[in-house]
């Protein structure tokens, strides 16, 4: 049973607004969360984490929400760019790890012009 | 050349072929990763290599057979493939691997994408 689950396949916005990522966990152990941007024929790359004592970490036009008891983060990236049209993919672990990391299916996102 | 480079890009092989995927590494990390990712799945961690140890299996069949020569190559040696092994298997790298090592993710290569016919 996967323990991250991105429900949106996709996702399409205008230039200049806000997108917003969601991703749910079932693993009340993990306690640090990441997101991946991937491009076509390119590999993952990484994008931004938060650790369960935050719940919001940012960094400049990207912003991740963490809410525990609900087990849900988001990324909510404003304003919108077309360079930003990629998959978008969620990661979590248990006890810190940055590389024991347990994937969502992914959100692929464009960005409209 | 930087980051992490993954050769071939693309491999089309019999299931009664051997092949192998190349992964190098330039970034003086510790740590080597395997990941699969098959259509519509999440990625999949295959097998991690600390400071060229193995340390991770995730119960991957014996038909992938990884190798670790140091801590910048990794290769994954690939035999009597099925056609559901068919994915884009994808090689990262981190500064360190275990607990507690949040300032350490993943760089990934661009990936093999493999078609076992």
């Known amino acids: 049973d996967q323990q991250v689950k991105q429900n949106s396949p996709s996702l399409s916005v205008q230039e200049g607004r806000i997108s917003i990522l969601n991703c749910d966990y079932t693993?009340?152990?993990?306690?640090?969360f990441l997101w991946y941007k991937k491009y076509p024929a390119e590999g993952p790359t990484f994008l931004i984490s938060?650790?369960?004592?935050?719940d919001k970490n940012e960094d400049g036009r990207f912003t991740v929400f963490l809410n525990k008891s609900a087990k849900h983060l988001s990324l909510h990236i404003v304003p919108s760019q077309p360079g930003d049209s990629a998959v978008y993919f969620c990661?979590?672990?248990?006890?810190?790890?940055?590389?024991?990391?347990?994937f969502g299916t992914g959100t692929r996102l464009t960005v409209i012009p | 050349e930087t980051g992490v480079t993954q050769t071939p890009r693309h491999l089309v092989m019999g299931m009664t072929n051997k092949k192998s995927l190349k992964c190098e590494q330039h970034?003086?990390?510790?740590?080597m990763y395997w990941y699969k990712q098959s259509a519509k799945k999440p990625l999949e961690l295959m097998f991690v290599?600390?400071?060229?140890?193995?340390?991770e299996n995730n119960s991957v069949p014996s038909r992938f057979s990884p190798e670790c020569p140091n801590s910048s190559h990794l290769f994954l040696h690939l035999h009597t493939l099925q056609p559901e092994d068919s994915a884009l298997y994808l090689c990262?790298?981190?500064?360190?691997?275990?607990?507690?090592?949040?300032?350490?993710?993943?760089?990934f290569g661009n990936g093999t994408r493999l078609t076992v016919t």
């Open positions: 693993n009340s152990m993990f306690d640090y």
């Open positions: 990661a979590a672990s248990a006890k810190g790890g940055a590389n024991n990391l347990f």
């Open positions: 290599y600390n400071f060229k140890e193995q340390t």
């Open positions: 990262a790298s981190s500064q360190d691997w275990g607990v507690r090592t949040y300032n350490s993710p993943l760089h």
């Open positions: 938060i650790s369960s004592i935050k």
């Open positions: 970034l003086g990390h510790n740590a």
